[in-house]
């Protein structure tokens, strides 16, 4: 399995934006798409934005279309999301994940997952 740290996290003021940075290591990372979920207090872990394995299709949440953009860089061994707009509702820990599938959206499909990082947005 390959293992994932993600950082970028922190508190922003609301129509801020951040950079979640996710860094892979332990397996190939080109052979890998990657995603990006989140969980807010409460709340069960949803999915946020994913990309195939060579970068070229991606998938999004229908509340983060237009303001979130997932991108990696396989030369880095690093998949990005970067948020823009941020809003009070999109405070939560923020996960990266890992899978073996050209690209999928659903948690189960992930085998491989990060400890996440903290994005707070104040109002």
């Known amino acids: 399995q390959v293992q994932l740290v993600e950082s970028g996290g922190g508190l922003v003021q609301a129509g801020g934006s951040l950079r979640l940075s996710c860094a892979a290591s332990g397996r190939t990372f080109s052979g890998y798409a990657m995603g990006w979920f989140r969980q807010a207090p409460g709340k069960e872990r949803e999915f946020v934005a994913a990309i195939s394995w060579s970068g070229g299709s991606t998938n999004y949440a229908d509340s983060m279309k237009g303001r979130f953009t997932i991108s990696r860089d396989n030369a880095k061994n690093t998949v990005y999301l970067q948020m823009n707009s941020l809003k009070p509702e999109d405070t939560a820990v923020y996960y990266c994940?890992?899978?073996?599938?050209?690209?999928?959206?659903?948690?189960?499909?992930?085998?491989?997952w990060g400890q996440g990082t903290q994005v707070t947005v104040s109002s």
């Open positions: 994940a890992a899978t073996t599938e050209y690209i999928a959206t659903g948690m189960n499909r992930f085998g491989s």
